[in-house]
T-cell receptor, first 110, second 117 residues
């Protein structure tokens, strides 16, 4: 199908711990997988993306991994901070459009 | 570039009234998307345009919703008549598609927060 399954729907971690969010998809033609962060009352903003020709990409405390064979990709946030609290959406590029996961509400506890 | 610009940012209207939401995409982007976000349904794609032409409107909930893109720098989403269940945040987004240097990233506007009472 078209949908992207995203888990967990909510995630609470202690400040300084790591957080992992996972998404799965079924369309093997997808080649581009962005992650968006949406703070309360704000718009979704791109934080990191990955293309199908690489397996991992890092940007400071965030990283994304992609397993095309298994059709899943994950967002990893290390050394979490209170400002990481937000809703995170994974997405995949579909046929001329973008399909989003249902979102993960991350709460970093100080 | 100023990014995707939406107006109004907030609107409260009475049931039965017409609502028009406006969007200016990023200059040079040839894809424009309208999304609706609610707690229950998350981010739903309503319709998208390529080069001002509607490509897929299968997400438009019903005939009360319509969208137009008369030129490359302007789009509207209209709800007539509005109902309380239309209350949501409506996001416009744009993408450069295959021509965008960063790939196919889409950029969201700040959203229009609609409340129908």
């Amino acid at each position: 199908g078209e949908n992207v399954e995203q888990h967990p729907s909510t995630l609470s971690v202690q400040e300084g711990d790591s957080a992992v969010i996972k998404c799965t998809y079924s369309d093997s033609a997808s080649n581009y997988f962005p992650w968006y962060k949406q703070e309360l009352g704000k718009r979704p903003q791109l934080i990191i993306d990955i293309r199908s020709n690489v397996g991992e990409k890092k940007d400071q405390r965030i990283a994304v991994t992609l397993n095309k064979t298994a059709k899943h990709f994950s967002l990893h946030i290390t050394e979490t901070q209170p400002e990481d609290s937000a809703v995170y959406f994974c997405a995949r590029e579909g046929t001329y459009k973008y399909i989003f996961g249902t979102g993960t509400r991350l709460k970093v506890l100080a | 570039d100023a990014g995707v610009i939406q107006s109004p940012r907030h609107e409260v209207t009475e049931m039965g009234q017409e609502v028009t939401l406006r969007c200016k995409p990023i200059s040079g982007h040839d894809y424009l998307f309208w999304y609706r976000q609610t707690m229950m349904r998350g981010l739903e794609l309503l319709i998208y345009f390529n080069n001002n032409v509607p490509i897929d409107d299968s997400g438009m909930p019903e005939d009360r919703f319509s969208a137009k893109m008369p030129n490359a720098s302007f789009s509207t989403l209209k709800i007539q008549p509005s109902e309380p269940r239309d209350s949501a945040v409506y996001f416009c987004a744009s993408s450069g598609g295959l021509l965008d240097y960063s790939g196919n990233t889409i950029y969201f506007g700040e959203g229009s927060w609609l409340t129908v009472v």
